[in-house]
């Protein structure tokens, strides 16, 4: 895409990212959608204009916490209400991950070693168990094509600096708690979410990428949570779901989706906006 004043800079799983001559950052939200470390060759309509809206919504919410790198919403029509001018952030090389509830990677580890990244948990829970109190779980950064790699404390410590590290969970769980608070109000469990954060020219730490969106948040309806297995989601579980039952190796080029996969998926997403934010999407 060509877009006056803007170079695009690069690509990564869902986003494009453009330059000006002020050094600022275009953020573009695509329809692409990834699971598994890869990007599947069906779009979700609107999903980009989802995602970057809801992330608005978060970055105001949880502003008083941690600043963001949000500069305008003004942005070129060609690519209106899916993108973001940003101040570049020098970005930590690790995935903050704060989890509440027992699930996913989490769940495997878990009936391994009764631990997730290393964290001692209770006996007896659950998949979908609530936690006893929401615990910070870091991942590497992978490319696109390679796999993310839970990590514990100690090994984020290596990579970003003990003090980096102990700064950046202490955000991670405060930013999740307070989403945690306001989404149980609005009838959603956040399970559990992925922040990025980096520092910015003055070497404050800010939170970049997106925030609380479901391709970042596993998102429970909170009547229907029960542990002991999947639960009814509003995130991009069940295209996760849809690939392991459809026989696709996990090695190979993922496979199209159904059209009613992306049916499901769109609602679920819009689901998720319309409850958390009380309004349509425009």
């Not at 989802?50 to 600043?67: A, D, G, K, N, R």
């Not at 020219?201 to 800010?206: A, F, H, K, R």
């Given at each position: ?26 953020l573009v939200a695509s ?214 039952s459809s026989g696709w ?7 199209e989706l159904p059209e ?23």
């Amino acid at each position: 895409m060509t877009l006056e004043g803007w170079k695009h800079f690069r690509s990564g799983k869902v986003r494009d990212l453009y330059t000006n001559e002020n050094g600022e950052l275009l953020l573009v939200a695509s329809d692409r959608i990834s699971a598994f470390d890869y990007v599947l060759p069906t779009p979700i309509p609107n999903k980009g204009k989802l995602l970057t809206q809801l992330s608005l919504f978060w970055f105001e919410y949880l502003q008083e916490i941690v600043p963001n790198h949000i500069i305008a919403k003004a942005v070129p029509a060609e690519v209106e209400g899916r993108a973001v001018i940003a101040k570049p952030l020098n970005m930590f090389a690790i995935e903050c991950v704060a989890r509440g509830y027992l699930t996913g990677s989490g769940w495997v580890e878990y009936q391994n070693s009764q631990t997730v990244c290393g964290i001692p948990l209770p006996a007896g829970l659950l998949d979908g168990s609530k936690l006893p109190e929401p615990i910070f779980t870091p991942a590497t950064k992978a490319d696109i094509g390679d796999h993310d790699e839970n990590i514990d404390f100690d090994r984020a410590a290596q990579i970003v600096g003990v003090e980096n590290a102990q700064t950046l969970r202490k955000l991670t769980l405060a930013l999740y708690t307070k989403a945690h608070d306001y989404a149980a109000t609005r009838g959603i469990i956040l399970a559990d979410t992925k922040f990025e954060f980096g520092t910015d020219e003055s070497g404050n730490i800010c939170l970049g990428d997106e925030a609380l969106t479901p391709d970042s948040s596993r998102f429970w309806s909170a009547n229907e949570w029960k542990p002991g297995g999947s639960q009814p989601s509003f995130d991009k579980q069940y295209v996760r779901d849809w690939l392991l039952s459809s026989g696709w190796d996990r090695a190979s080029a993922p496979p199209e989706l159904p059209e009613d996969v992306i049916a499901k998926t769109q609602e679920r997403y819009t689901t998720a906006y319309t409850l958390l934010t009380g309004k349509a999407l425009i």
